[in-house]
Structures are given as structure tokens and as C-alpha cells.
């Protein structure tokens, strides 16, 4: 959700070249959110014999995550403009107060053991991998997060403007809390 401060940066400084930095910054940001969140997961996992424990915390935590999210709708206003210096920092901060690489908690502590669908053999295959693939995880993640971001922001810069995004502007917030207690409850379902 980054990509409007990517288009504002550039809009400011009348520069394509600050756009692409802007998504720079935020794509670090965000690499470095989900990999915090995944290395602890990521090194919990190797301990086998609290498998069961550790899957009953994350549920609850992805749950408690949703629920918080739900409780405290409103986003600080220091956050409307950032200078691009701290875009790194903002993501960092904002996909962890969002709860970037939550998602991948469930799948990468084996949650989805169905054998037959290849998503689900790859889900295998995060979890009973070592500790690089946390790192793993959070570049392939990150790269199709900024991709994204980066062709949203390129559309809004070049063709689109500012007068499309707040016409056609949505909260996303309510979706997103909702899917991270639904993801939580199917792996609290599935971990006992």
C-alpha cells in the first residue's frame, strides 16, 4: 500500500527517478517487515517437539492480529507524507503494523499438509526447510509486492493522476483484518 507515497515523491520532485527510489525504500521496508516476522517462525519450526504449541500461538497471534486491526481503524496522520530518507523505515514499520508475513506464518509452520495440490506440496516444502527459506520467503514475497506496487504506481504517475485515485480509492483494512482471522482460525482448526 505503499505505492501513492512512490507517486507523491515523484510528483513532488517531477522525476521518474525519484518514483523508482521511493519503490526502493519501500520494497526494503517491507523485505526487511516479513522477514522479521517469518525468521522467529522460521527458527521456532525447527523445534519439533513444540510443533503443536508453536502452530496454537500462531493462530492466536494471526487471529489477535485480525481482531486488533478491526479494534483500532484509525491510521496516525504523521504518516500521511513521508520524506523519502525514511520511505525504508515507514514500510518497515507499516507492513509490520499490518501484519506483513503473518500470512506466510500458517503456511510456513506446515498448516496446509494436503498432498494433492501443488500449493500445498510447496506449503510442505516451506515447512520442513531450514532457516534460509524465511529468507527465501521474504524476497520471493516482497518482490511480488513491489512489482505490484511498482506497476500501480508507474499507471498512477504516468497515465492515471491523482484525480483517478481519489475517486477511486477503497479501504482495504476491514478486508484484510478479516482474512488474517479467518487464516488464523483455519490453522487453529487444523493445529489441534
Known sequence: MGWPLA???GLLEQSQRALVRALGYL???HALAVFAVTLPFGMLAALLAWQAQIQLGASVLVI???VALLIWRRHPRALARIA???LAFWSFAVAIAHGAGLMLVPIYLGLCRVETDPGHRAATALASANLGMALVVAVAHTIAMIAAGGCMAWLVYRYLGLKFVSRSWFNLDK???ASL???GGLALVFAT
Do not use: D, Q
Request: glycine letters at 16%; a positive charge; proline letters at 6%.
Open 7 to 9: 507517486v507523491s515523491n
Open 27 to 29: 520494497a526494503l521496508g
Open 64 to 66: 489477535g492480529f485480525g
Open 84 to 86: 523519502p530518507s525514511r
Open 175 to 177: 478486508v484484510w483484518a
Open 181 to 183: 482471522i479467518l487464516v
